[in-house]
């Protein structure tokens, strides 16, 4: 059974940073890649971040530049570290495994930017 639990969420104020951490268990053979998704309240599912088993790196074109996704392998957990935040970033912030067999997805996890 495979399994993604984010971790990190939080309140900020504009302009700072936070550290989304998105863990995995179970089988991950098969990995083609692991990313982030928000969705803000009223709005659909967005990409921001992912990247895939061999490291390549996709960003949302209104967060290049400031998130940064990074992944330990060994551990099968990836990170997004956003810096210099924005009230438009304030989402509930997903994590998604994208495997041979299937997409699972996270419970998600809340980022509020204050302004």
């Known amino acids: 059974q495979v399994q993604v639990v984010e971790s990190g969420g939080g309140l900020v104020q504009a302009g700072g940073s936070l550290r989304l951490s998105c863990a995995g268990s179970?089988?991950?053979?098969?990995?083609?890649?692991m990313g982030w998704y928000r969705q803000a309240p009223g709005k659909q599912r967005e990409l921001v971040a992912t990247?895939?088993?061999?490291?390549?790196?996709n960003y949302a074109d209104s967060v290049k530049g400031r998130f940064t996704i990074s992944r330990d392998n060994a551990k099968n957990t990836v990170y997004l570290q956003m810096n210099s935040l924005k009230p438009e970033d304030t989402a509930v912030y997903y994590c998604?495994?994208?495997?041979?067999?299937?997409?699972?997805w996270g419970q998600g996890t809340q980022v509020t930017v204050s302004s």
């Open positions: 998604k495994a994208d495997l041979v067999f299937g997409a699972y």
């Open positions: 179970g089988n991950f053979f098969g990995l083609r890649s």
């Open positions: 990247i895939t088993s061999g490291g390549s790196t």
